[in-house]
T-cell receptor
Framework: AQKVTQAQTEISVVEKEDVTLDCVYETRDTTYYLFWYKQPPSGELVFLIRRNSFDEQNEISGRYSWNFQKSTSSFNFTITASQVVDSAVYFCALSEWDDYKLSFGAGTTVTVRA | NAGVTQTPKFQVLKTGQSMTLQCAQDMNHEYMSWYRQDPGMGLRLIHYSVGAGITDQGEVPNGYNVSRSTTEDFPLRLLSAAPSQTSVYFC????????????FGPGTRLTVT
C-alpha cells in the first residue's frame, strides 16, 4: 500500500524567509509518480509539479524548487523568499505505476506574515 | 473548456436526508474520482471510475454511492446523511493513469446537522 507522510502540520514564517516542506513516501513499486498541489485560502486545488521515479533531477521554477531523493524516499519542496500570496495548504501526493489513484499526505499549512 | 464543475458549492442537510453531489467534466477524461477533505487528514478517495459503466471503491466508500453512465458525469450520492459526512468534497478527473495531472473541481462544502 502506498503512503505519503507530511510531518509538518503548520509552518509560519515572515515574508522573504525560505520555507521547506517535507514529504516522505512509501511504495513497493519501482515506478511511481510524485506530485505537489497547493490549496490557497480560496479552496481550489492547484497542481504545482509532477516527478517520476526515474527522474531524480531537482528542479527550480521561479521561487519554487523541488528535491527528490529516492534513497530517503523524500520529495521536498522549497519556497524561496516567501510572499504573503504563498500562504496556503500544500499537499504531497503519490501515484503508482499504471494506477489511476492518487494518495495524498495530510498537508502542511504555510502562513507567510508580512 | 469549463474543466471540472461541481454543484452545489454549499449544502446543509439534516441527518437522514439524501442528496446527490453533481460533477461534470468537459475534457473527455476517462478517469474521474471523488475525494473528501477533512482537517488534518488530507484528501481521501471515496470512489473512482476508469470509464463509463465502471466504478470502484476508494479508501472511504461507506455511506456513498456512485454511477458513471456517461464520460462527462460522475455524481456522488449520499443515501442517508450522517454528521460524520460533514466535509468538503472534491471531484477530479484525469486523462490517463499514474503520471497524468489530476484536475479538481472547486469543491462542495457539506454540513450535516
Amino acid at each position: 500500500a502506498q503512503k505519503v507522510t507530511q510531518a509538518q502540520t503548520e509552518i509560519s514564517v515572515v515574508e522573504k524567509e525560505d520555507v521547506t516542506l517535507d514529504c516522505v513516501y512509501e511504495t513497493r513499486d519501482t515506478t511511481y509518480y510524485l506530485f505537489w498541489y497547493k490549496q490557497p485560502p480560496s479552496g481550489e486545488l492547484v497542481f504545482l509539479i509532477r516527478r517520476n521515479s526515474f527522474d531524480e533531477q531537482n528542479e527550480i521554477s521561479g521561487r519554487y524548487s523541488w528535491n527528490f531523493q529516492k534513497s530517503t524516499s523524500s520529495f521536498n519542496f522549497t519556497i524561496t523568499a516567501s510572499q504573503v500570496v504563498d500562504s496556503a495548504v500544500y499537499f504531497c501526493a503519490l501515484s503508482e505505476w499504471d494506477d489511476y489513484k492518487l494518495s495524498f499526505g495530510a498537508g502542511t499549512t504555510v502562513t507567510v506574515r508580512a | 473548456n469549463a474543466g471540472v464543475t461541481q454543484t452545489p458549492k454549499f449544502q446543509v442537510l439534516k441527518t437522514g436526508q439524501s442528496m446527490t453531489l453533481q460533477c461534470a467534466q468537459d475534457m473527455n477524461h476517462e478517469y474521474m474520482s471523488w475525494y473528501r477533505q477533512d482537517p488534518g487528514m488530507g484528501l481521501r478517495l471515496i470512489h473512482y471510475s476508469v470509464g463509463a459503466g465502471i466504478t470502484d471503491q476508494g479508501e472511504v466508500p461507506n455511506g456513498y454511492n456512485v454511477s458513471r453512465s456517461t464520460t462527462e458525469d460522475f455524481p456522488l450520492r449520499l443515501l442517508s446523511a450522517a454528521p460524520s459526512q460533514t466535509s468538503v468534497y472534491f471531484c477530479a478527473s484525469k486523462q490517463g493513469a499514474a503520471d497524468y495531472e489530476q484536475y479538481f473541481g472547486p469543491g462542495t462544502r457539506l454540513t450535516v446537522t
